[in-house]
């Protein structure tokens, strides 16, 4: 199953199908964005093999400069990927695709190479590397998707503290690993 009302904390067993689909996805991106996307992955709780999450696939573009969104949002929108709004003091630019109405997708321009891809990808790397550490998260995610099914924000801003304390340990842990 792919897509969900975005506004509810509904969390799905894990499905393998999300790799292709967001494989098909950044195939689809890298064709429409050609050159300016140095590189496109697919990140949030659909990449962490085995555990819950909404069925939502999250892709990350690494650009340049992030005016590139907005120079490529009328393509993007041809492709039914829809201008979402600008996040994270204008560190990020979200588009959504949606089917019947829910939403199937969320992707993201962030400077490649930047704070934000970073986090991106050593978040979804430590918790594959980890699965004890992924399991957690998916302890984490089921008690606030009880609590706060019906208030999104409330639900993601729980998993705050654990996502910056599984950041410091990866960023810990790359470190580690260049010095070894």
Aim: glycine share 4%; proline share 1%; hydrophobic share 40%.
């Amino acid at each position: 199953m792919l897509g969900i009302d975005s506004s509810k904390a509904q969390l799905y067993d894990y499905d393998y199908h999300y790799e292709s689909i967001a494989n098909e996805t950044i195939k689809n991106l890298y064709q429409i964005l050609g050159k300016q996307a140095i590189q496109i992955e697919h990140v949030g709780s659909t990449a962490i093999r085995g555990i819950l999450a909404k069925p939502i696939i999250d892709i990350v573009i690494g650009v340049k400069q992030l005016s590139i969104a907005f120079e490529m949002r009328e393509q993007m929108e041809k492709h039914h990927f829809l201008f979402s709004k600008t996040k994270l003091n204008n560190t990020m630019i979200a588009f959504k695709c949606e089917a019947n109405s829910k939403r199937t997708h969320n992707i993201y321009f962030v400077l490649f190479g930047g704070e934000r891809w970073d986090e991106f990808i050593l978040f979804r790397d430590y918790l594959n590397k980890h699965p004890e550490c992924a399991k957690e998260y998916e302890k984490l995610k089921l008690l606030l998707a009880e609590q706060f099914e019906n208030h999104i924000h409330n639900y993601t801003e729980g998993k705050s503290e654990f996502i910056s304390d599984i950041l410091e340990k990866a960023k810990q842990e790359v470190h580690s690993d260049i010095y070894l």
